[in-house]
């Protein structure tokens, strides 16, 4: 059984830093892309960043510049650093991965997610 498990949301003012992970776990072959999405009341979750095997990454044009995806690959984790947070940064962060099991097929994968406040 594979399971991603998220640390690190919490309270921040305007301005401030918060570092997101997630681990991914269980019985992996492999990861493709793996990567972050938020979700506010009232909204549709969206992609705030992704990051595939071989390094390259997406983002949101609403982070660009202040948010950083990274990914340890031996470890199976994936990481957002989130500086210079809005108001409007504030939502549920859910960590996602597309992971390939060893006795399963290709599967997208989503973790409990991690609430991210920030003030204003």
């Known amino acids: 059984q594979v399971q991603l498990v998220e640390s690190g949301g919490g309270l921040v003012q305007a301005g401030g830093s918060l570092r997101l992970s997630c681990a991914a776990s269980g019985s992996i072959f492999s990861i493709n892309v793996m990567g972050w999405y938020r979700q506010a009341p009232g909204k549709q979750r969206e992609l705030v960043a992704a990051i595939i095997n071989g390094g390259s990454t997406n983002y949101a044009d609403s982070v660009k510049g202040r948010f950083t995806i990274s990914r340890d690959n031996a470890k199976n984790t994936v990481s957002l650093q989130m500086n210079s947070l809005k108001p409007e940064d504030t939502a549920v962060y859910y960590c996602?991965?597309?992971?390939?099991?060893?006795?399963?097929?290709?599967?997208?994968?989503w973790g409990q997610g991690t609430q991210v406040t920030v003030s204003s």
């Open positions: 996602n991965a597309d992971i390939r099991g060893w006795n399963t097929g290709q599967h997208d994968y």
